[in-house]
């Protein structure tokens, strides 16, 4: 069975910080996604990243897929208060047909 | 608005009961998936269906069911409702088999009492 973990688990910091949290696993996956959800919402996906070594840029977030294909990392430079949420990340194998969720890290940015 | 839809938004029964919660997929989509996610148990993968047909199976309890119907929306049937079955329930979409890149509904979250 695929496994994802996600640290830290939980993270505050102040508006304006960098951050980075970490998604990793022992087994290689097709491909990573990562989803931000907020309280009582379904979660929404934010990147999907399928060749190791890939760097994707969304304006403030960049994500990382590891060489190997079994690790992803998110960065967020100069945090802001609507960045708050749990950060997801997902990935399924190369069949598409086991697909998990890591536990999250919860991040609040506070003014 | 991801185009995901799901109905209730939110339910309250007594244990023992039995529901059902709908989803309809986004426009063009014909994978839909069942999540369950409580707190101590984060997001779950239940069950995906393929154009009417089951594709894969995660960690589904025998008293639920779902099924995917010539529309492509779907339905996902709790029986025999526990304490424990108190959780959000995320209906999901995507446009092929394979699960990469999927589209959450807003949830119906289950209280059972």
């Known amino acids: 069975t695929q496994l994802l973990e996600q640290s830290p688990q939980f993270l505050s910091i102040q508006e304006g910080e960098n951050l980075t949290v970490y998604c990793n696993s022992s087994?290689?996956?097709?491909?990573l996604q990562w989803y931000r959800q907020e309280p009582g919402e379904g979660p929404v996906l934010l990147v999907t990243?399928?060749?190791?070594?890939e760097v994707k840029k969304l304006k403030r977030l960049t994500f990382q897929f590891g060489d190997a294909r079994k690790d992803s990392s998110l960065h967020i430079t100069a945090a802001q208060t609507g960045d708050t949420g749990l950060y997801l990340c997902?990935?399924?194998?190369?069949?598409?047909?086991?697909?998990?969720f890591g536990p999250g890290t919860r991040l609040s940015v506070l003014p | 608005d991801s185009g995901v839809t799901q109905t209730p938004k939110h339910l309250i029964t007594a244990t023992g009961q039995r529901v059902t919660l709908r989803c309809s997929p986004r426009?063009?989509?014909?994978?839909v998936y069942w999540y369950q996610q409580s707190l101590d148990q984060g997001l779950q993968f239940l069950i995906q269906?393929?154009?009417?047909?089951?594709?894969a199976k995660g960690n589904i309890l025998e008293r639920f069911s779902a099924q995917q119907f010539p529309d492509l929306h779907s339905e996902l049937n709790l029986s025999s409702l526990e304490l424990g079955d108190s959780a959000l329930y995320f209906c999901?979409?995507?446009?092929?088999?394979?699960?990469?890149?999927?589209?959450f509904g807003p949830g119906t979250r289950l209280t059972v009492l």
């Open positions: 999901a979409s995507s446009v092929e088999r394979r699960s990469d890149t999927q589209y």
């Open positions: 087994s290689v996956f097709s491909s």
């Open positions: 990243v399928v060749t190791g070594g």
């Open positions: 997902a990935g399924g194998d190369n069949y598409g047909q086991n697909f998990v």
């Open positions: 426009s063009g989509d014909l994978s």
């Open positions: 269906y393929y154009n009417g047909e089951e594709r």
